[in-house]
Protein backbone atom coordinates (compact mmCIF):
# COMPACT_ATOMS: atom_id res chain seq x y z
CA UNK A 1 0.00 0.00 0.00
CA UNK A 2 1.13 3.65 -0.82
CA UNK A 3 -0.02 6.32 1.33
CA UNK A 4 -0.46 10.22 -0.22
CA UNK A 5 -0.73 13.19 1.83
CA UNK A 6 -1.58 16.37 -0.67
CA UNK A 7 -0.56 19.78 1.48
CA UNK A 8 0.15 23.59 0.43
CA UNK A 9 -4.00 24.63 -0.15
CA UNK A 10 -4.73 27.50 1.00
CA UNK A 11 -6.93 30.69 -0.07
CA UNK A 12 -4.92 33.34 -2.70
CA UNK A 13 -5.84 36.47 -4.65
CA UNK A 14 -6.11 35.82 -8.70
CA UNK A 15 -2.90 36.39 -9.96
CA UNK A 16 -0.91 34.79 -7.11
CA UNK A 17 0.74 31.49 -6.57
CA UNK A 18 0.71 28.04 -4.23
CA UNK A 19 2.82 25.08 -3.84
CA UNK A 20 1.25 21.83 -3.33
CA UNK A 21 2.83 19.00 -2.13
CA UNK A 22 2.05 15.24 -2.32
CA UNK A 23 4.18 13.42 0.57
CA UNK A 24 4.55 9.73 -0.35
CA UNK A 25 5.04 6.85 2.83
CA UNK A 26 4.45 2.84 2.55
CA UNK A 27 5.72 0.68 -0.56
CA UNK A 28 8.19 2.54 -3.10
CA UNK A 29 7.12 5.73 -5.00
CA UNK A 30 8.81 4.52 -8.43
CA UNK A 31 5.48 5.29 -10.05
CA UNK A 32 3.97 7.92 -12.70
CA UNK A 33 2.45 10.68 -10.07
CA UNK A 34 -0.19 12.81 -11.14
CA UNK A 35 -2.37 16.03 -10.02
CA UNK A 36 -6.34 16.06 -10.21
CA UNK A 37 -8.54 18.40 -9.31
CA UNK A 38 -12.49 18.54 -8.75
CA UNK A 39 -14.33 22.05 -8.71
CA UNK A 40 -17.88 22.07 -7.28
CA UNK A 41 -20.51 20.66 -9.09
CA UNK A 42 -18.06 19.46 -11.83
CA UNK A 43 -16.57 16.08 -12.76
CA UNK A 44 -12.61 15.37 -11.32
CA UNK A 45 -10.22 16.84 -14.51
CA UNK A 46 -6.73 15.81 -14.76
CA UNK A 47 -3.84 18.89 -14.08
CA UNK A 48 -0.72 17.17 -14.44
CA UNK A 49 1.55 13.98 -14.77
CA UNK A 50 4.80 13.39 -13.89
CA UNK A 51 7.27 10.02 -14.62
CA UNK A 52 9.12 8.57 -12.04
CA UNK A 53 12.47 10.09 -13.50
CA UNK A 54 10.92 12.87 -13.76
CA UNK A 55 12.15 13.35 -17.34
CA UNK A 56 8.43 13.16 -18.79
CA UNK A 57 5.55 15.70 -18.01
CA UNK A 58 2.20 16.52 -19.42
CA UNK A 59 -0.03 19.44 -18.51
CA UNK A 60 -3.81 20.26 -19.01
CA UNK A 61 -4.60 22.89 -21.83
CA UNK A 62 -6.02 24.86 -18.88
CA UNK A 63 -2.87 24.58 -17.20
CA UNK A 64 -0.02 24.88 -19.04
CA UNK A 65 2.65 27.69 -18.83
CA UNK A 66 0.91 28.08 -15.30
CA UNK A 67 1.45 25.31 -13.66
CA UNK A 68 4.96 23.09 -13.26
CA UNK A 69 5.05 19.87 -11.88
CA UNK A 70 8.20 18.58 -10.40
CA UNK A 71 9.31 15.58 -8.05
CA UNK A 72 11.69 14.91 -5.76
CA UNK A 73 12.35 10.90 -5.05
CA UNK A 74 14.53 11.45 -2.63
CA UNK A 75 12.07 13.22 -0.33
CA UNK A 76 9.28 10.58 -1.90
CA UNK A 77 7.59 14.26 -2.61
CA UNK A 78 5.68 15.26 -6.08
CA UNK A 79 5.12 18.98 -6.58
CA UNK A 80 2.74 21.36 -8.13
CA UNK A 81 3.87 24.76 -8.62
CA UNK A 82 0.86 26.77 -9.47
CA UNK A 83 1.28 30.73 -10.92
CA UNK A 84 -0.71 33.28 -12.32
CA UNK A 85 -3.68 31.65 -10.58
CA UNK A 86 -7.27 32.13 -11.68
CA UNK A 87 -10.67 31.95 -10.39
CA UNK A 88 -11.30 29.08 -12.38
CA UNK A 89 -8.54 27.41 -10.71
CA UNK A 90 -10.97 27.00 -7.11
CA UNK A 91 -10.69 23.17 -6.52
CA UNK A 92 -10.01 20.24 -4.19
CA UNK A 93 -6.44 19.01 -5.64
CA UNK A 94 -6.35 15.66 -5.33
CA UNK A 95 -2.27 13.56 -6.01
CA UNK A 96 -2.40 10.01 -7.74
CA UNK A 97 0.14 7.69 -8.08
CA UNK A 98 0.48 4.10 -9.39
CA UNK A 99 2.83 2.17 -12.29
CA UNK A 100 -0.06 1.77 -14.76
CA UNK A 101 -3.64 3.04 -13.91
CA UNK A 102 -3.55 5.68 -10.35
CA UNK A 103 -3.93 2.86 -8.04
CA UNK A 104 -3.34 5.46 -4.98
CA UNK A 105 -5.24 8.75 -4.00
CA UNK A 106 -4.41 11.39 -1.27
CA UNK A 107 -7.14 12.87 0.70
CA UNK A 108 -7.01 16.02 -1.43
CA UNK A 109 -6.29 19.76 -0.44
CA UNK A 110 -8.40 22.41 -1.28
CA UNK A 111 -7.25 25.69 -3.17
CA UNK A 112 -9.24 28.70 -3.48
CA UNK A 113 -9.19 31.72 -5.90
CA UNK A 114 -10.59 35.36 -5.23
CA UNK A 115 -10.81 37.47 -7.55
Known amino acids: QMQLVESGGGLVQAGGSLRLSCAAS???????VGWFRQAPGKEREFVAE????????SYADSVKGRFTISRDNAKNTVYLQMNSLKPEDTAVYYC?????????WGQGTQVTVSS
Open 96 to 104: AAGIGSFDY
Open 26 to 32: GRTFSSR
Open 50 to 57: ISWSGRRT
